[in-house]
T-cell receptor, first 112, second 113 residues
Framework: KQEVTQIPAALSVPEGENLVLNCSFT??????LQWFRQDPGKGLTSLLLIQSSQREQTSGRLNASLDKSSGRSTLYIAASQPGDSATYLCAVTETSGSRLTFGEGTQLTVNP | NAGVMQNPRHLVRRRGQEARLRCSPMKGHSHVYWYRQLPEEGLKFMVYLQKENIIDESGMPKERFSAEFPKEGPSILRIQQVVRGDSAAYFC???????????FGPGTRLTVL
């Protein structure tokens, strides 16, 4: 059974810092991996999707990497801003189906 | 392009009543997924549907829960005889292709009194 773990559970940083969020998964037979952000009381916004054949994806100040063999992904956020404050979720799609298996999330607070 | 729409955004039901949650996928998307987020827990997959077909319902409780995605109209998640433990946020997502990027709706927050 696939399990996704995110570390740390919560993170508080001052504005302007570069930071890394970690995600690990137990079964490397994945089709892709997605990073989402969730604002309180809101839905999920897809940030980046990395196919299993890819090593990384970039969008603006965000960079996500994938090491499928070791079951790890990282989300790098450069020059963090207060508007980045949210819960960041990592989710994998297994090759056996289309459903997403989510981690518990990292709650990020960027202080002005 | 309108995103994934869910309604109602908030739903209050008394124990024993029925709850119907609606999801309209993004235009052109024929793959719909339902997830549940219990208080203080992560999102858990419930069911995956394509038009008129249930593809994977392995995450759906065996009793009281059902889902459909008819040829015309929105996808419906139906919960019969709700109990307090059904209180959660229910999210719908859609994708253009199988195993493609999933786009999420704002969720329906169900409260069972």
């Amino acid at each position: 059974k696939q399990e996704v773990t995110q570390i740390p559970a919560a993170l508080s940083v001052p504005e302007g810092e570069n930071l890394v969020l970690n995600c690990s998964f137990t079964d490397s037979a994945i089709y892709n991996l997605q990073w989402f952000r969730q604002d309180p009381g809101k839905g999920l916004t897809s940030l980046l999707l990395i196919q299993s054949s890819q090593r990384e994806q970039t969008s603006g100040r965000l960079n996500a990497s994938l090491d499928k063999s070791s079951g790890r992904s990282t989300l790098y956020i450069a020059a963090s801003q207060p508007g980045d404050s949210a819960t960041y979720l990592c989710a994998v799609t297994e090759t056996s189906g289309s459903r997403l298996t989510f981690g518990e999330g990292t709650q990020l607070t960027v202080n002005p | 392009n309108a995103g994934v729409m869910q309604n109602p955004r908030h739903l209050v039901r008394r124990r024993g009543q029925e709850a119907r949650l609606r999801c309209s996928p993004m235009k052109g998307h024929s793959h719909v997924y339902w997830y549940r987020q219990l208080p203080e827990e992560g999102l858990k997959f419930m069911v995956y549907l394509q038009k008129e077909n249930i593809i994977d319902e392995s995450g759906m409780p065996k009793e009281r829960f059902s889902a459909e995605f008819p040829k015309e109209g929105p996808s419906i998640l139906r919960i019969q005889q709700v109990v307090r433990g059904d209180s959660a946020a229910y999210f719908c997502a859609s994708s253009l292709l199988e195993a493609d990027t999933q786009y999420f709706g704002p969720g329906t927050r169900l409260t069972v009194l």
